[in-house]
């Protein structure tokens, strides 16, 4: 089985990590770019698109080279992988299901956003009026999206008994939690620049 083949292979799994980092930080920087130039005269995001503070300021200047995001992102990759060599094999498998399915829930988040800009340029009539959405209401959105998701793992880690969907499960609810206390944030007096 596939998971099997992850787990036997640390390695693996880190650099898999990366690359689904990588599409999440791309399909951040295509989204705030669409934002800018298109987006914002239909919909507000209140102090900005990006939901993980560390990265407001990169994002909301269109920072396309990032050494926070990149030196983070490695060092997570080289944990991923060293952890492997550590864990005993079911934790390191609830680990890479963890690492995998949580940055997989950004990635299809970004693959919906991008698909409303998409069909909204085909269409601009999508949306009438304008749409002004609350950073505790965005950060909300994103606490049940994570939320839902993670019952969805959860179900599977009953249909099949693996403890990679368990490892994502507990994650997805760890980052429900994370962006509902972030909605309660309290905001610096200037957004940043969008």
């Known amino acids: 089985m596939l998971i099997d083949g992850l787990v036997g ?17 791309v399909g951040t920087m295509l989204y705030s770019k669409a934002y800018r130039e298109f987006l914002s005269a239909t919909v507000q995001y209140e102090h900005g698109i990006e939901m993980n503070p560390n990265f407001e300021k990169d994002v909301g200047q269109l920072r396309w080279f990032s050494p ?28 890479a299901g963890a690492a995998l399915l949580l940055v997989l829930i950004t990635d299809l988040r970004h693959i919906e956003n991008l698909s ?16 002004e959405q609350s950073y505790k209401l965005s950060q909300r959105r994103v606490a049940v999206g994570g939320f839902n998701i993670g019952v969805l793992y959860f179900i599977v880690y009953l249909l099949t008994g693996r403890v990679f969907f368990a490892g994502g499960a507990l994650i997805s609810l760890l980052y429900a939690v994370r962006h509902f206390l972030l909605s309660r944030r309290k905001l610096p007096e200037q957004s940043p620049v969008h």
């Open 68 to 95: 926070r995001y990149i030196l983070s992102m490695l060092g997570v990759a080289v944990l991923i992988g060293l952890a492997g060599s550590w864990l005993p094999t079911l934790w390191f498998e609830a680990l």
């Open 9 to 25: 292979n640390p390695w693996l799994v880190a650099v898999l990590w990366g690359v689904l980092s990588i599409l999440d930080f």
């Open 116 to 131: 409303v800009v998409w069909f909204l340029k085909s269409d601009p009539a999508g949306f009438k009026g304008k749409i």
